[in-house]
């Protein structure tokens, strides 16, 4: 497995894939996009921080690449969706940097409010300009929040304890847990009306892309003071700059921009604003601790398949993960079972469990199923990550449910897919601790082993119907390795499910269509 580092990431992070076995790194930092575009396809794990841009072209090259893992937090430099159709699994390393970040947000807000900046800069000049520079205090002031999520949150309780009155707006947090961090949850306009400063910790996506603009602006206490730590379109720089030249806005502390680096913008060139090159999370502590997480995440994915910190895979990691694994394995060989014996349009899929595995994740046990169905349909790889995708391209209709039913095995996997024609039913169960069986399909009961080359034969009961069949795999030197004989009534529809040594090539098949009594015969691979 080949790992891509093309962005400064901390040693730690480099030794853990160096000293990986079954893993090769390169570390290529400031890479164009065309010389990433180039040699991207060599590589099966891409390690990065927010300068390496992972847009559409890049995964439409990255033939081989199985996991972008971002040593941070934003996600907004990896084209997510071109990620997650190709089946790549994008993670990030939530937390690593939280206390980094809110520390810098904290220090450019004390920065701003007495104009350490531009009074260094000052003095640097041999000035001595002390009435100009004097300041205003944060104590008995209010700090509007705005997105309270990890970083959001230290900066409230590290504030609250400058003696600040907090308030904050985030759609996504219960009062309940804001009021444990002692806060009030306010709407937006709220925080807007009433914040002293405002500092802004959300993600980038559609609806705080240009949050502080005009119209926002416009609502703002005279003399707000207004802090970026999060990402630079969150601010229409334009309009900020406009209402700072006003004195609406009494000044800006900006440590991310639209474009990076910004050049000498209306924003930056402005005295009242001061200004870091995006290093929130620029602390060797958080450096360190992100690299680590990021190179262990990837190398876990690789070499055992460990979902950690995915924005786009259910995460299944350590003990969970092996109580789960055997149910994975399961679930696909059933899915490729009736993958390969279904042959109309599937409109939907239902999964049910029952049993001790309804005490885990069902998630990715659904998932593993529709990976294993969908992998001999369709053209492109089909795994974890983009097997719901693909389903829903498909207009396949879900479900999972979790049923108590009194059935005689341990746990029971019920999947049933409902085709343009009729509906199909497989259950599997596990046989001590990780064997897995199909135990129904259809109407007919048995031990079925799903494993290696398989031929399934349908037909009837009759009188020396299974002498036939072996002997006509007999003179093709086909070798049964295991035989499983089902039937409805005695006499009536029955299944042959056979495991052979080797592949039954065509020819074979064909004579045992010809049998009498067998309806079809059909080679089946898992
Ligand atoms: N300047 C820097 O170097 C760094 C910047 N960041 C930025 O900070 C952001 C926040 O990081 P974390 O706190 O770790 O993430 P987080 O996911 O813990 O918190 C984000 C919070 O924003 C809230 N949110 C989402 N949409 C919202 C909306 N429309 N209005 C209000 N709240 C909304 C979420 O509910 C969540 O609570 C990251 O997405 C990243 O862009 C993160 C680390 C370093
Ligand atoms: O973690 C984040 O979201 C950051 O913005 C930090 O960015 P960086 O790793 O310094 O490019």
Redo the contacts with the bound molecule.
């Keep these: 497995m080949k790992v891509l580092v093309s962005d400064n990431l901390s040693e730690l992070g480099v030794q853990i894939f160096r000293e990986a076995e079954g893993i090769e790194v390169d570390v290529k930092v400031g890479l164009s996009p065309d010389d990433l575009k180039q040699i991207i396809g060599q590589y099966h794990g891409l390690a990065i ?3 390496t841009k992972v847009t559409a072209d890049i995964i439409a090259a990255a033939d081989n690449l199985k996991v972008v893992g971002r ?4 996600l907004d430099n990896v084209d997510i969706p071109a990620a997650s159709k190709r089946g790549i699994v994008v993670m990030n390393t939530p937390g690593g ?1 939280t206390v980094t970040t809110a520390e810098h947000t904290i220090s450019m807000m004390m920065a701003l409010a007495r104009n350490i900046p531009q009074a260094t800069s000052s003095m640097k000049q041999g000035k001595w300009e002390k009435k100009k520079f004097s300041g205003t205090e944060l104590f008995n002031k209010t700090l509007g929040i705005v997105g309270l999520g990890k970083i959001g949150s230290v900066v409230a309780d590290r504030t609250m304890g400058l003696g600040m009155r907090v308030v904050a707006y985030d759609p996504f947090l219960s009062e309940e847990q804001a009021k444990q961090m002692g806060i009030r949850l306010c709407t937006l306009q709220e925080v807007f009306k009433e914040a002293d400063f405002l500092t802004l910790h959300v993600p980038l996506t559609d609806e705080t892309r240009n949050l502080i603009c005009e119209k926002n602006i416009s609502i703002m206490k005279d003399g707000v003071r207004i802090v970026n730590c999060s990402r630079g379109p969150v601010i229409n720089e334009d309009d900020l700059a406009a209402a700072i030249e006003s004195g609406k806005v009494a000044g800006a502390a900006v440590d991310v921009y639209a474009v990076e680096p910004p050049g000498l913008t209306r924003l930056v060139s402005n005295d009242k604003v001061i200004c870091t090159p ?1 290093l ?3 602390t060797q502590e958080a450096q360190d601790n992100v690299a680590v997480a990021v190179a262990t995440q990837i190398r876990d994915y690789l070499l055992d398949g460990t979902i950690r910190n995915a924005v786009n895979a259910p995460a299944v990691a350590g003990e969970a993960l092996e109580n789960l694994k055997p149910y994975l394995d399961l679930a696909r060989r059933l899915g490729s079972f009736l993958g390969q014996t279904i042959q109309t349009g599937i409109k939907s899929v239902e999964a049910q469990y029952s049993g001790v595995v309804t005490d885990m994740e069902l998630k990715p046990i659904t998932t593993s199923f529709l990976t294993g169905l969908l992998t001999p349909i369709v053209a492109d790889e089909v795994n974890q990550v983009n097997a719901p995708m693909v389903a829903k391209e498909r207009g396949i209709l879900m479900s999972e449910t979790k049923v108590s039913r009194g059935e005689d095995f341990l746990s029971l996997l019920r999947f049933t897919v409902v085709t343009e024609r009729r509906e199909h039913l497989v259950e599997g169960t596990l046989f001590g601790k990780s064997e897995p069986r199909m135990v129904r399909y259809g109407p007919f009961r048995g031990e079925f082993d799903l494993s290696g080359n398989l031929v399934l034969l349908q037909g009837y009961d009759k009188p020396g119907v299974i002498g036939k069949v072996g002997t006509a795999l007999g003179a093709k030197g086909v070798n049964i390795s295991h035989f499983q004989f089902a039937r409805k009534i005695p006499g009536g529809e029955a299944l042959l499910f056979l495991n052979t040594d080797s592949r039954v090539e065509d020819a074979a098949l064909d004579e045992l269509r010809s049998l009498d009594y067998v309806e079809s015969a059909r080679r089946l691979t898992i």
């Excluded at 040593?71 to 934003?74: D, Q, R, V, Y």
């Design positions: 921080r927010g300068a040593a941070g937090t934003g940097n995006h929130g999370a620029s």
